[in-house]
């Protein structure tokens, strides 16, 4: 992270601790190419793992390129989960346990699932973009490194304001939603020094 330019930090913003099912945000001046200006879902949180994805970095293809012969539908974004496993595919998603071995996250959200039954869904068209999210590899930390980041300024913990699937701007929307400071970050330039 750079030099905060703010008069507080970040981290003091945080009311909340991070869990399944919650929000991180990037702070508004991190350049890591994975993660600058990401908002991250939560969906493990644990003394020994603590995963998410990505939610707005679209990777501008679709799953059936990557799948080509087994699924025939164009409809569905693929996006970067994060810099770990990279050649890995996941989903998160609405389905509830219609989808078998779903695991639930929180609220209507799970993770995963029998990915068979997912693609045969998709191809008879059961299973609307909306519902749905696809990733390569994912976001992963130990509790400790998070911890360490949150407290470094690079992350705002958040419980989940709006609607995450397919959004643009998701991150100035999730923080403007937020308001007071929070929504301040929007106004921000991602490098300060340009300023």
């Excluded at 999210?133 to 304001?161: A, C, H, P, R, V």
């Amino acid at each position: 992270m750079i030099l905060n330019p703010l008069d507080y930090k970040i981290a003091d913003l945080n009311k909340i601790e991070p869990e399944k099912g919650r929000l991180l945000i990037a702070e508004p001046f991190m350049t890591d190419s994975y993660f600058k200006r990401s908002v991250v879902l939560l969906t493990a949180y644990n003394d020994t793992d603590v995963v998410g994805f990505i939610l707005n970095k679209p990777l501008h293809t679709s799953l059936n390129k990557i799948l080509p012969s087994e699924i025939n539908n164009d409809k569905f974004s693929v996006y970067l989960g994060g810099p770990v496993e990279t050649s890995s595919l996941h989903f998160i998603h609405t389905l509830g346990t219609t989808l078998e071995e779903s695991k639930h996250i929180s609220g209507n959200l799970f993770w995963g699932g029998n990915f068979e039954q997912l693609k045969e869904m998709i191809n008879n068209n059961e299973v609307a973009p909306t519902e749905i999210m696809f990733f390569t590899g994912y976001s992963g930390w130990s509790k400790e490194q998070l911890s360490y980041e949150i407290n470094e300024d690079s992350w705002l913990i958040s419980n989940i304001n709006t609607k995450i699937f397919n959004k643009k701007n998701l991150w100035k929307e999730v923080l403007k939603k937020k308001g007071g400071k929070y929504a301040m970050f929007t106004q921000f330039p991602e490098n300060p020094s340009l300023n």
